[in-house]
């Protein structure tokens, strides 16, 4: 039994002084020594001279600011220990915890120097009474307390400002490791979301692809098939069916190629041929190829095409598709008896030159959609669908336009519809940040 309160004593003693408790022992000890001077200078105040006195102060004032220092940080520690600065511990717990140690601290000030003061005071007093003109008159025993209460305030103010400086530091760190963590959390979020829409991208991709391939060769076969039936004797009935198989199967044809060759492009498996070619000889060609169908049509079509240089290298079969279809799109969408705006645009830049192909028409249907919305697959903007048109081409044009390098644009206003192909173009007459190589 002995042995064991022993063994509990020891481990009692090793925790106290481990939580700080050799700063009280200190404390005390250097405090006994203060205390012991001072008694001396109360003791003798009557035959010490002021220079006696203030040396003996001095004395007491080496052991009374370590002593007085110790034992605040002593209680500080005990009191971090009450509430740890861990991730609960705010900003405003510390104003409100830094608020309250400084007011003890000052309270605890107050108190000290208002005592020194009434023994000071209660020391004039003693030798305004006294008798025995044997006593020195000596005031120093009661002003050098005074000083003392000043001389140990500020070391104190020191010791809390520090270690309510590190307790600050230690709320940034953790609120820095806090916001860091969730940076990082939503980092790996978002990069998991772009990773399941890239693969869900590339499935879909992956899924047109093999199916547009998978389609082509039936459907190939019922091309020639029915190309062979127009070769044999049928009644008028018959061949009126026949050309309206051949009319769809050709159309049908058109739209897999097309998917495919937009699933092929989104996936950025292409390959391009950049070659000198000039913006207003394709829209001229693009018009002269489609003279027919526009002739045919109840719109009108205007062109403008700057007089400035529009020449560019790039993929001339692309930029094909992608200014054919925006005139077929007009054509198929726009308001009867409405006119088609075709225009170039060469303006300068910093870099180089911006060359612009815009086309403007009315629709002849309520435009309630966004860019976003009409350049998704198989996207009408003519909701009834009473019109041609598979919803491609558009998506088409925008996707091709990001592959050669260029920026596609939409506007609408009212019953206005522009979209707008513009390409960076640099110095050399290439695309600027596109490799042509």
Avoid at 124 to 145: H, K
Avoid at 204 to 233: A, F, Q
Wanted: glycine letters at 4%; one cysteine or more; hydrophobic letters at 45%.
């Amino acid at each position: 039994m002995a042995i064991k309160w022993k063994n509990m004593t020891i481990t009692k003693c090793k925790t106290f002084l481990k939580h700080g408790g050799w700063r009280i022992l200190v404390s005390i000890f250097f405090g006994l020594i203060a205390f012991y001077f001072y008694y001396i200078i109360q003791d003798r105040k009557y035959s010490y001279t002021t220079l006696e006195t203030l040396r003996l102060s001095l004395l007491a004032d080496i052991f009374l600011i370590p002593a007085c220092v110790l034992a605040l940080q002593a209680f500080l520690e005990q009191n971090a220990r009450k509430r740890p600065v861990d991730a609960s511990f705010t900003y405003d717990d510390w104003k409100q915890s830094s608020r309250k140690l400084h007011h003890m601290l000052f309270f605890l000030f107050a108190v000290l120097l208002i005592l020194s003061v009434v023994s000071f005071l209660n020391l004039i007093e003693t030798f305004r009474r006294a008798d025995n003109w044997m006593y020195t008159l000596n005031y120093s025993s009661g002003y050098v307390r005074i000083f003392a209460v000043f001389i140990t305030f500020f070391p104190c103010q020191i010791t809390l400002s520090r270690f309510l400086a590190k307790q600050l530091d230690l709320i940034m760190a953790n609120t820095h490791k806090a916001n860091q963590k969730v940076i990082d959390d939503a980092v790996k979020a978002e990069k998991r979301s772009v990773e399941a829409a890239i693969k869900s991208e590339q499935l879909k991709v992956d899924l047109i692809s093999n199916v547009s391939h998978d389609l082509k060769t039936p459907l190939t076969s019922m091309v020639g098939y029915i190309d062979l039936m127009k070769k044999e004797p049928l009644s008028d009935t018959m061949t009126d069916y026949v050309d309206v198989l051949s009319v769809k199967a050709k159309k049908l044809k058109e739209m897999i190629d097309s998917l495919f060759s937009l699933a092929k492009t989104s996936s950025g498996n292409i390959e391009l041929h950049p070659e000198p070619l000039k913006l207003n000889r394709l829209v001229e060609q693009i018009y002269a190829d489609m003279e027919d169908a526009i002739s045919a049509s109840d719109v009108t079509f205007i062109t403008e095409l700057t007089a400035a240089d529009t020449q560019l290298i790039t993929d001339s079969s692309y930029l094909y598709r992608i200014c054919q279809n925006l005139v077929e799109n007009a054509l198929k969408y726009s308001a009867s008896r409405t006119r088609v705006f075709l225009k170039t645009k060469s303006l300068p830049t910093e870099s180089g030159r911006l060359i612009q192909f815009e086309i403007t028409n009315t629709a002849g249907y309520h435009m309630n959609f966004t860019k976003e919305q009409i350049v998704e697959r198989f996207s009408r903007g003519d909701e009834s669908r009473t019109s041609e048109g598979n919803g491609l081409g558009l998506a088409i044009a925008s996707t091709y336009t990001s592959a050669l390098g260029g920026r596609f644009d939409i506007f609408i206003d009212c019953d206005q519809f522009k979209a707008i192909v513009a390409f960076p173009i640099a110095q050399d007459g290439t695309i600027a940040g596109k490799d042509v190589s």
